[in-house]
T-cell receptor, first 118, second 114 residues
Framework: AQTVTQSQPEMSVQEAETVTLSCTYD???????LFWYKQPPSRQMILVIR??????QNATENRFSVNFQKAAKSFSLKISDSQLGDTAMYFC???????????????FGQGTILTVHP | GAVVSQHPSRVICKSGTSVKIECRSL??????MFWYRQFPKQSLMLMAT?????????EQGVEKDKFLINHASLTLSTLTVTSAHPEDSSFYIC??????????FGSGTQLSVL
């Protein structure tokens, strides 16, 4: 079974600054996906970024980037130029890469509540 | 973009009654949908995988007679919480798979059992 651990229950950052959210995971799988999801107060789950484990290059999406360390089983999210709209709960998630028909089962971390202050 | 509609967004019911929650993929066919449960400020826990035309696959510890899942069409999966009790109060959220590697979440349903 897979486990995902987010050790920071809450984080805060000033607007326009940079913040890094931590995530570690444990798995015996070699092929998998890792995700960061954002859940604002509306509670809609929003995909922030996705990383395929076989790719060495870290994924980036505009102000969001990850530091993927496969050997260390670490997957942190860096948010640059933080904006007030980034205030949300952030979840790290794991998915086995078991063929297209199995795509979709996510194991989530405990979440980190991020507050961006003006 | 793809949209997954979940209804109702909020429901209050009396203890002992059953509640049905719908998850619809509005602009794509979803052969597989997933149901999660989330307690306040906690993680999402996968309850079951809903497969169109076949029985749902439940995660360990989830009572299948309590949480009935029906995926009768390519665009609709339903979760029925039977004989609901206050401990079933929670936020329930579905996700739908489009194609082989796209996943979209519904907006969730807050269930309160009195």
């Amino acid at each position: 079974a897979q486990t995902v651990t987010q050790s920071q229950p809450e984080m805060s950052v000033q607007e326009a600054e940079t913040v890094t959210l931590s995530c570690t995971y444990d798995t015996s799988e070699n092929n998998y996906y890792l995700f960061w999801y954002k859940q604002p107060p509306s509670r809609q789950m929003i995909l922030v970024i996705r990383q395929e484990a076989y790719k060495q290059q870290n994924a980036t999406e505009n102000r969001f980037s990850v530091n993927f360390q496969k050997a260390a089983k670490s997957f942190s999210l860096k948010i640059s130029d933080s904006q007030l709209g980034d205030t949300a709960m952030y979840f790290c998630a794991f998915m086995k890469q078991a063929g297209g028909t199995s795509y979709g089962k996510l194991t989530f971390g405990q979440g980190t509540i991020l507050t961006v202050h003006p | 973009g793809a949209v997954v509609s979940q209804h109702p967004s909020r429901v209050i019911c009396k203890s002992g009654t059953s509640v049905k929650i719908e998850c619809r993929s509005l602009d794509f066919q979803a052969t597989t949908m997933f149901w999660y449960r989330q307690f306040p400020k906690q993680s999402l826990m996968l309850m079951a995988t809903s497969n169109e035309g076949s029985k749902a696959t439940y995660e360990q510890g989830v009572e299948k007679d309590k949480f009935l899942i029906n995926h009768a069409s390519l665009t609709l999966s339903t979760l029925t919480v039977t004989s609901a009790h206050p401990e079933d109060s929670s936020f329930y959220i579905c996700s739908a798979k489009r194609g082989t590697e796209k996943l979209f979440f519904g907006s969730g349903t807050q269930l309160s059992v009195l």
